[in-house]
């Protein structure tokens, strides 16, 4: 359970650098390459912007979530 749980914890960790690597900064970023350079008038973000950051937040929690049961597992010695 504990490997799995690595294994899981460490994709995910993976997968949280790409995203956040494709968010926009100031010059632009990786998301402009799949429609990010359009902007919405109303939300000020694109879609693809928008998705990505759901994306990021959700994987994110996952990640926490992980962790910490990974963490209760260890500290009870399964």
Do not use: C, Q
């Amino acid at each position: 359970m504990i490997l799995g749980l690595s294994i899981i914890v460490m994709l995910l960790s993976v997968l949280l650098i790409l995203l956040v690597l494709m968010h926009k900064g100031k010059g632009g970023g990786l998301s402009d390459m799949f429609g990010g350079g359009v902007t919405s008038s109303l939300g000020g973000s694109s879609v693809v912007e928008r998705n990505l950051d759901r994306m990021t937040v959700g994987f994110g929690i996952a990640w926490i979530v992980t962790i910490v049961v990974l963490g209760l597992l260890i500290n009870r010695g399964m």
